[in-house]
């Protein structure tokens, strides 16, 4: 399977709590973050995860076109409600492009509680299979 963890500052606690918590479950998992979440949970953990650029300068972006091709299964993304970010338009961008990939994403922790539950009882079995037969890049012809 394949993860990405993000979390806005205020939530990077909570994150690392979180995964701390569940790291056996993402053990074997190609594991995906923003730069300073993936180095906060590297820190907490001995999971080994592939860091993109920092959010706002457009890890959030790099993330988001592993959704366009369909290279996710899972992302938990603790957003902060109460803060404006200035780059909101990257975050609105990720999110809907998870909507049209019909990617599951966990905006809070009682969410990536139940989908990281679902991961453990065997749910995303199928994403397996999206990935075994996954049509190459669309083209033109
Ligand atoms: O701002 C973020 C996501 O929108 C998180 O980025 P960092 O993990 O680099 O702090």
């Given amino acids: 399977m394949q993860i990405a963890f993000i979390a806005?500052?205020?939530k990077k606690d909570e994150m690392v709590n979180f995964v701390t918590a569940y790291?056996?479950?993402?053990?074997?998992?190609q594991l995906y973050s923003t730069g300073t979440t993936g180095q906060r949970i590297m820190e907490a953990t001995n999971l080994k995860i592939h860091r993109f650029m920092s959010g706002p300068l457009g890890g959030d972006q790099q993330i988001g076109a592993l959704v366009a091709e369909n290279e996710l299964d899972l992302i938990i993304f603790l957003r902060d409600p109460l803060m404006?970010?200035?780059?909101e338009p990257d975050i609105t961008a990720l999110l809907r492009i998870c909507d049209v990939q019909g990617i599951p994403v966990a905006t809070n922790v009682a969410t990536a509680e139940i989908l990281v539950k679902a991961l453990m009882r065997g749910d995303f079995a199928w994403r397996e299979l999206v990935h075994k037969y996954k049509p190459g890049l669309e083209t033109d012809e």
């Fill in 8 to 10: 806005h500052d205020r």
């Fill in 23 to 29: 790291e056996q479950a993402f053990t074997g998992c």
């Fill in 84 to 87: 404006a970010q200035p780059h």
